[in-house]
Structures are given as structure tokens and as C-alpha cells.
């Protein structure tokens, strides 16, 4: 049943500025087998998203770099071909923190079932997965938004942006988005429901929220940090929640990270700055995520997803990301729910 062979892409160099070609290598492995407790499980989708730069950094954080040699973090959605475990069956769709690799054998406590009743196994990793419940936890729990609150979130047609303005709407925010072209700011407005978007490539971002929120953001759900946060400290009111969510414009930076360089505008209006992780709340997730299953099949969420197809097509797809050429929740499809 093992017979084959495993393709994994791994970290060849540690990237010094933005990731390239020669960044990646795939290697080639004989498929595991799995032992007393474990479970096989074959990749269907790879999840690609901008917290992996960091991996590759040099730097102390919450999780240990990458090396050399090492298989590029990452969750997939996957099947179970084979179990040693009463915990999952062959045929068992889950989610699993395997990297980008085609087959694994794992514990399989290390494997979280996906219930395909909640919506398409897909978003087991986008919006009824880490980016969803990141969404979720850092708006209510971090921010708590108020009916009538002025809303800013950056990398607003991002996996994890497009949630957080939807959910703000829904608890009665007035929301503002900025993203990288037309074409998203569109996007966010026309098929979201935000009440404005922002383009930060062509538009002066801290002369808009002047115009559109003349009183003050109220609260801030950043995901790209530098210049953009610093042109929404320029326009906070008193008493603003702000939520660090990603800095995804520092990630190719191996200096020095930049900014936010007018702390000042803290201390005059009072200001809360919390970063947060998405595991802080994981006994909640099942909670989460029936929510917003419920929502999505009610048509009060929405979610897009940006599939490209071919393992092999995974380096470029996520050096893309990281300048913002992919629309929606990143994914790789591996192979087919049916071998």
C-alpha cells in the first residue's frame, strides 16, 4: 500500500531578502509506514500562508526556525490511507501540521478531524481553519468591537482580512479595508460589504481615513505593519483597540524590523496595542467555526479561495503571496480526495 514515493519541498538556503527559486528543493522519499499509534495520511491541500516566511528567519519567536534541509512548515488538509490507531479510520478527511510533503506517518493525536458538514474539506484551513479562527479570536476576543465602531483592517482581501471586515459588518461596525489594487478594493466593497476600501499602492491611506472616518478608528486589525500602520496611527480617536495579527510587509526584511515609528500617537489617545496567536483560544475553535458554518450557509459570510493546481507549483505560488498576487485563501491541491 506504501509502495511510491513521498515529494517534499524543503528550506535548500536561508533566504536573505525575499525568497526565490533557489530558495526551495524537492526531495524525494520512499512513502512511510505507519507504526503502532500512527496514522498515513496523503496530502489533498497545502495551505500557504505568510506566517512560513518567518519560519525561515533567523530570529527568536514563538516557533523554532527553519533549517537547512528541513521540510517548509505547513498545515494540510489529508487523507488517512492508513491507521494504526482506533482514533482515525482509512478514508478519515484531517488537518495536520505535516509541511509542504505529499504523504506523512504521524501520531495520530497529531491529526484533527474535518468535518465535511461545516463546508468543502478546503477550509479546513482557510476560513473554518487557522486564517478563520485567527479572524474570529483577534476581532471579539481582542478588539471586542462596538455597534457603531469605525473598523480598519489592512490586508483586507487576505484570508484572514476578508473575515475580520465580514464579521466587524455583521456586529455592526463600519468598516474600512486597504489592499494592493482596484480590483481587491472592488472586492472588498462590492462582494464583502465593506463600507470603504483603501488602495495602498495609488492612494494617500492617512489623507482617506481622514475623509472617511473624520471622528477617529476606533479599532485596528493589522496584518502588514510599516507604512500602512503607521498612516492608521495618524488617525486613531481615544481609547483605540489595536490587534497585531501579521506584519507581512517586515517578513522579507532580515534587518532591523521597521516601525511603528510615531508611538506618540499611543500615549495621546490612550491607545491599546495586543498581539495575539490563534492557539491562545484553541479550546474555543469548535465554537468558532460552528458559528461561522452556520453563517456561510446562511449567505452572511463569504469566502474566496485561490487554488492553484500542482505540488510542484507550490515555491512560486508562495513567493506570489508574499507580493500579493494571489486573491483569496492560498492553496496548493496536491491530489484528489480519491486516490
Known amino acids: 500500500m506504501t509502495d511510491g514515493t513521498n515529494r517534499a519541498w524543503t528550506m535548500a538556503v536561508r533566504p536573505e531578502a525575499e525568497p526565490s527559486a533557489e530558495t526551495f528543493a524537492m526531495t524525494e522519499t520512499a512513502i512511510p509506514t505507519a507504526k503502532h499509534g500512527e496514522v498515513l495520511v496523503r496530502t489533498l491541500y497545502m495551505s500557504l500562508d505568510p506566517y512560513m516566511r518567518g519560519r525561515m528567519r533567523v530570529a527568536k519567536t514563538y516557533a523554532a526556525s527553519l533549517q537547512p534541509g528541513d521540510v517548509i512548515t505547513g498545515e494540510v488538509i489529508a487523507v488517512v490511507e492508513q491507521s494504526e490507531s482506533p482514533i482515525h479510520k482509512v478514508g478519515d478527511t484531517v488537518r495536520a501540521n505535516i509541511g509542504w510533503q505529499e504523504w506523512a506517518a504521524i501520531p495520530a493525536h497529531e491529526a484533527t478531524p474535518v468535518n465535511p458538514d461545516l463546508g468543502p474539506v478546503s477550509t479546513g484551513v482557510g476560513i473554518l481553519g487557522m486564517p478563520g479562527m485567527t479572524a474570529f479570536f483577534g476581532l471579539n476576543a481582542v478588539l471586542m468591537p462596538k455597534t457603531g465602531d469605525t473598523l480598519v483592517v489592512s490586508a483586507a482581501s487576505g484570508a484572514v482580512g476578508a473575515i475580520v471586515g465580514q464579521l466587524g459588518k ?170
Not at 463600519?174 to 476600501?197: H, Q, W
Not at 506584519?247 to 500615549?267: F, K, V
Not at 510542484?312 to 492553496?331: C, Q, V
Request: aromatic share 10%; net charge negative.
Open 170 to 339: 455583521l456586529q455592526g461596525c463600519f468598516v474600512i479595508g486597504t489592499a494592493g489594487s482596484n480590483e481587491k478594493c472592488r472586492y472588498i466593497v462590492d462582494e464583502l460589504g465593506f463600507d470603504a476600501a483603501i488602495n495602498y499602492k495609488t492612494q494617500d491611506i492617512s489623507a482617506e481615513l481622514a475623509r472617511l472616518a473624520p471622528d477617529g478608528v476606533n479599532i485596528f486589525f493589522d496584518n502588514v505593519g510599516g507604512a500602512v500602520s503607521d498612516a492608521v496611527f495618524e488617525n486613531l480617536t481615544l481609547h483605540t483597540r489595536i490587534a497585531i495579527c501579521g506584519q507581512i510587509s517586515q517578513y522579507n526584511d532580515e534587518e532591523t524590523a521597521q516601525g511603528p515609528r510615531n508611538l506618540m500617537m499611543l500615549t495621546r489617545n490612550r491607545a491599546t496595542v495586543q498581539g495575539f496567536l490563534v492557539y491562545d483560544y484553541e479550546l474555543d475553535h469548535d465554537m468558532a467555526k460552528a458559528r461561522m458554518s452556520n453563517w456561510i450557509k446562511e449567505g452572511k459570510l463569504k469566502y474566496k479561495e485561490d487554488v492553484v493546481d500542482g505540488f510542484e507549483n507550490a515555491p512560486e505560488a508562495f513567493i506570489g503571496l508574499l507580493t500579493g498576487k494571489n486573491f483569496g485563501k492560498l492553496l496548493v491541491k496536491v491530489s484528489e480526495e480519491i486516490a
